[in-house]
């Protein structure tokens, strides 16, 4: 297993962009802007795009943190 990166048989660990947006409910745009910006981490398998859940618990810790300063 690598060290990098350990992802559950069941794909748990990485989210799609569709669930995502579901997620932060913000539209398809936003959460590209997101990915883009690097504010949310992510990794290209392929074609696809997938979000680590652990990136987008960050990423909500993050903006409540300065949301709170």
């Given at each position: ?27 398809r745009s ?12 992510s ?27």
């Open positions: 297993m690598s060290t990098l990166l350990a992802v559950s048989s069941t794909g748990e660990d990485l989210l799609t962009v569709p669930q995502v947006m579901a997620r932060l409910q913000l539209g936003a959460v590209y802007d997101l990915l883009r910006s690097r504010q949310l981490a990794i290209t398998l392929g074609r696809a795009r997938r979000i680590p859940a652990h990136a987008l618990t960050d990423f909500i810790r993050t903006r409540l943190e300065q949301e709170a300063a």
